[in-house]
């Protein structure tokens, strides 16, 4: 194992990609990374819930600050197949009995890697995937 470790670091052309990983590791720690941004609309007037669409309330976490800051109404659809990057979601996560809201960020072979605005960092522990998915935020109402 120590050889193989060793070769990792010194070997053409593993060593390469060891120190270009190493190196964006070390970006992502020291700098964060700042999220895409797919907001949906935001609407005032009375809450309009389509066929099909589900309203949720958003939490005072202050985790999606700046764009949602807390008591606003979240207007979802289910399509969990055309979900994009930077896109909100709401989910049931294995970590909180109340569903979350955050943002999608990245799709790898497990599902969703999600985020909120606030956080320096994903939520790399947990995916959204099929089966814990309730919805994509479609239009957001203000606090009433």
Partial sequence: M????????????HCLATYVALAGAFWLLAFGW????????????IVAVGEGEKAWKVSFTGSMKP???GGEIAVTKADYDSIQV?????YKASYNN????????????DGWI???????????????NKDNYLGTVIAVYPNP
């Fill in 34 to 45: 700042k999220p895409v941004l797919n907001n949906p609309p935001v609407y005032t007037g």
């Fill in 86 to 90: 930077g896109q909100i979601l709401v």
């Fill in 98 to 109: 109340n569903p979350i809201i955050h943002r999608a960020v990245q799709k790898d072979r």
């Fill in 114 to 128: 999600m985020s909120g605005d606030s956080a320096k960092h994903t939520e790399s522990w947990s995916r959204v």
């Fill in 67 to 69: 764009f949602l800051q």
């Fill in 2 to 13: 120590k050889e193989q470790l060793k070769a990792a670091f010194t070997s053409w052309p």
